[in-house]
């Protein structure tokens, strides 16, 4: 039996070890990550991403968002809280390129590195934005769009937002390079769902009735495309092109089925990472590159299987 003298000498080692521990956790670089939210498997993939750069350079990183992507208030309260933690750095998506700029105004006066991922902000404030080059990946969009229509017909644009600076530069990549290099081609209408696939959706179906020879809908993001896919299913339109966005395993299936034709897909695991080693850097005081282009590729039933781009795509 433990006598009482031995107990509380078992009770002071054990807190010393504790407390040990606790100074231990406490000296790790704490690097917060505000992600635009969590109802696309996308950002379980960019948190895949920050997680293993995470273990590699032995920081604390945590990550998190809100509910959906239009929550904008939702995601500044976290970036508030996220702020009075004092971190190391911080990693921010924005889902309103303006909204978030007086905290991040805060966090430059405090010392407190921010790194921008997959959606910058209109600000010089971030050291570094790790994202894809959402104006040439849309605009490779087009091009394939107009590949699959003949160069001529109407189509339709579903976009997740207009304040993010992703839906904006997918929106206008891809209406940009129409404009320019597709003088047959007509937008006929550019709607916002909101990256919500059963919005986008009735969006889509909509969209169809209003416009009978429509030949494509390019959706912008994940729940774009999903949601593009089941209206043109609902509505029996199989003759429309779906060009998509993202990956995640509806639109796989939808592509391995034939009523997607394509889609870009992002390098999330690859912005994770990018983020948080950027974050590292500059939490160290070390040059980190204005703009981290984290690539993007197209796929379709002809590809989907190939090494390179299997390795980029999501479920």
Sequence with gaps: MFTRRAMLGAISAAALVASGMAASAQDKMYIPLISKGFQHQFWQAVKAGADKAAAELDVEVTFEGPDNETMVDRQIDMLAAALAKKPAALGFAALDSQAAIPLLKQADEAGIPVIAFDSGVDSDIPKATASTDNLAAAALAADKMAELIGGAGQVAVVAHDQTSRTGIDRRDGFVNQVKEKYPDIEIVTIQYGGGDHLQSTEITKSILQANP???????????????????????????????????????????????????????????????????????????????????????????????????????
């Design 213 to 315: 020879d429509l030949k494509g809908i390019f959706g912008t993001n994940e729940g774009s495309a999903i949601g593009v896919v089941n209206g043109v299913r609902e509505m029996d339109r199989t003759n429309v092109v779906i060009i998509g966005y993202d990956s995640g395993a509806q639109q796989k299936e939808a592509i391995r089925d034939g009523l997607m034709a394509g889609a870009i897909t992002q390098n999330p695991v690859g912005i994770g990472y990018e983020t948080v080693k950027a974050a590292v850097a500059a939490a160290k005081g070390e040059e980190v590159p204005a703009a981290i282009d984290t690539g993007f590729y197209y796929y379709d039933k002809t590809n989907i299987d190939d090494p390179e781009i299997a390795a980029v795509l999501y479920d």
